[in-house]
């Protein structure tokens, strides 16, 4: 008859084996215990990044209006640096140049009216009027709203929107729009010695005149999604179950393969306890080593 002392060995030993894991599935665990962990903190840092983006664009709101930039710092201007400032500018617009763009706002779908305004020294600046609503997107409509000879702007100062909107191209030689897009707007209309960016007009600014036949002004939308702290924990909460997974499956074998090692010993038949643990004529008695 086997040996049941050296049977049930040779059990845990095996058991110890197959619950070792492969150095590739340790390797790949490791691997992408580490991606989610850096995920995570890629994460935090974007959520610093917006918390300071978010503040620094509350200052430039709420500033008092400055006046924008002038032309030989047009190139400089950037989305990071000036995009939200509080400008001011003067000048007489060219209504008859006006692009409108299609737009979803607070109060329906309509159009923003885009419209050149010239200024003193020969450049010129789009600025978003504001919101007319469809029924009131041909200018015979609403010519009554549109402020003749020299105006003051106040509003802020916004970067091109190039190519069109989501999913939707510009289509110039059609004239619909879905983008503010600076560069093409100005070729189509002819347009020259344009400033690289545009002026969202505020609601009391000289945009339009009279309240109901001129352009909606100051409907700006400022918002910055700030998910990065969820996104941030789901990444750690994955790296931690990833961990735990590794653990589980594979940490039991580890205290199996350190119990086989106590290994086991035959006590000859006839020994002190053999009448007492006998399973056979002359089994001996199976103890564990201390």
Known sequence: MSDSGTVTSNADRTRGKAARPRLW??????????????????????????????????????????????????????????????????????????????????????????????????????????????????????????????VEITGLLRITEPKG????????????????????????????????FFVDADAGSQSAQGPVQGPIGGLTVIRFPNNHLIYALTWFALAFMLAGKFFVTFGGGLFRRKKARKGFVHEPAGGPDAAARRTGSDAGTIVEQA
């Open 25 to 150: 599935v340790t390797v790949l665990s490791l691997t992408a215990f580490a991606i989610l962990i850096a995920l995570g903190v890629w994460q935090i840092e974007r959520r610093a990044w917006k918390l300071a983006l978010i503040d620094r664009v509350e200052q430039r709101v709420h500033a008092p209006a400055q006046p924008i930039p002038a032309p030989a710092a047009w190139p400089a201007v950037t989305a990071a640096n000036d995009e939200y400032r509080h400008v001011n500018l003067a000048g007489r617009f060219l209504h008859d140049r006006e692009t409108l763009v299609q737009a979803v706002t607070e109060e329906g779908p309509g159009y923003w009216v885009l419209t050149p305004l010239q200024r003193h020294d020969g450049t010129q600046v789009l600025v978003n009027r504001g919101f007319v609503p469809t029924e009131r997107r041909d200018a015979s409509t609403r010519q009554g709203g549109n402020p003749e000879g020299e």
């Open 165 to 196: 909107g989501f999913l939707r191209n510009n289509v110039p030689q059609h004239n619909r729009w879905y983008s503010r897009d600076i560069a093409a707007i100005a070729t189509a209309r002819g347009l020259h010695d344009v400033a690289p």
